[in-house]
């Protein structure tokens, strides 16, 4: 059952490349101020940008790598990272993607775990659209249980 959820989190991350998706979500910098991303309509790629090997590989990554907040009070819960690939594949422009109903958010120790986590992540295989890698956005659930 643990591999049939990572897969569905998984597929819907490499297919979450327009940000205008946003799930409700506002897109913050790290001082709080909103920024917009260029985003590449998905009619338009050839070939999706995806992490350098299977899903599963991601999903083992990220098992190895989380490293849960030291706290009295565990939350249960997901926080979205948002990260641009560039041509070359390296990741930049990490931050956490707020939800508007705050309840819903975790408190900022997860926050962090899951910035450093995709502070972590190794390039990427760059989005190409006519046959060329372009830089392209991507949205990450990071699941706290």
Avoid: C
């Avoid at 849960?68 to 931050?95: M, S």
């Avoid at 962090?112 to 949205?139: C, R």
Wanted: zero cysteines; hydrophobic letters at 35%.
């Amino acid at each position: 059952m643990k591999i049939k959820y990572w897969s569905l989190v998984l597929l819907l991350f490499r297919y979450q490349l327009v940000l205008g998706q946003r799930l409700g979500m506002d897109t913050l910098t790290k001082n709080g101020s909103q920024i917009r991303s260029r985003t590449i309509p998905i009619g338009s790629i050839e070939e999706p940008g995806h992490y350098p090997g299977t899903e599963q590989d991601l999903s083992n990554f990220i098992s190895a790598h989380l490293k849960y907040p030291k706290t009295k009070n565990v939350q249960k819960g997901t926080v979205w990272v948002a990260f641009e690939v560039l041509e070359n594949g390296k990741i930049e422009n990490i931050r956490i993607m707020k939800r508007k109903d705050s309840s819903k958010n975790l408190r900022e120790e997860y926050n962090k775990s899951a910035l450093e986590l995709a502070k972590s992540l190794p390039y990427f295989i760059p989005t190409k659209k006519l046959g060329k890698p372009v830089k392209s956005s991507y949205n990450l659930p990071i699941n706290f249980k």
